[in-house]
């Protein structure tokens, strides 16, 4: 069995000729040079072509370049598929024209869309969004006594005008006024 032999990716060669590489990586990378001269090669033309860019003069590109090659799919003729029909493409409109007739389609709407229909419908869906919560969470919920018939428990007892209650921190206690003995807490409260 033989370990398969590894090479520098061409993106870990162009960072290493750039000095990007980070301290590890281009240690591992210099150790992988000194053993291999396909790398060495690579990394060698990595230099040379760095070098000519910077030797090079600037190039000179026409004013109108970007605005032509943007309408090259507009005004170049598309050949036909062998078929009896042909496509053209124009500045405004694709025409399909065969035996059956001519059709252009145009690219541009031919209006241009109002924007405040678009916001009347953006909040029309969001009120029939929040309306459509607010009955799904009321249809969720339990109605008051919905489970046997009886109305809930109060979540505290009343208090008799005799009693009063004391709260010291952690403990609360219910005291009988005019006795000193504890009276024991309803149940459910705290102890």
């Not at 990716?9 to 053993?35: C, K």
């Not at 919920?141 to 005799?162: F, I, S, V, Y």
């Amino acid at each position: 069995m033989s370990i398969t032999e590894s090479h520098l990716a061409q993106e870990a060669i162009a960072a290493l000729v750039d000095g990007e590489l980070t301290a590890g990586p281009a240690r591992r990378a210099a150790a992988h040079l000194t053993g291999c001269a396909s790398c060495r090669m690579a990394v060698q033309a990595q230099r040379e072509a760095k070098e000519a860019l910077h030797r090079s003069q600037e190039v000179a590109v026409p004013g109108d370049l970007l605005s032509r090659l943007c309408a090259i799919p507009f005004t170049a003729d598309v050949p036909g598929s062998g078929g009896p029909g042909t496509l053209a493409a124009g500045p405004d409109s694709l025409t399909v024209s065969g035996a059956g007739g001519s059709w252009a389609v145009p690219l541009r709407p031919s209006r241009p869309e109002s924007t405040g229909r678009w916001l009347r419908r953006g909040i029309t869906g969001t009120m029939a969004g929040i309306g459509l919560g607010v009955l799904a969470l009321a249809l969720a919920l339990p109605a008051p006594g919905a489970d046997d018939g009886t109305p809930p428990a109060p979540a505290a007892r009343p208090t008799l005008p005799e009693e009063h209650t004391d709260v010291v921190p952690p403990v609360v206690r219910t005291l009988t006024v005019g006795s000193s003995a504890l009276t024991t807490p309803a149940p459910g409260g705290t102890p």
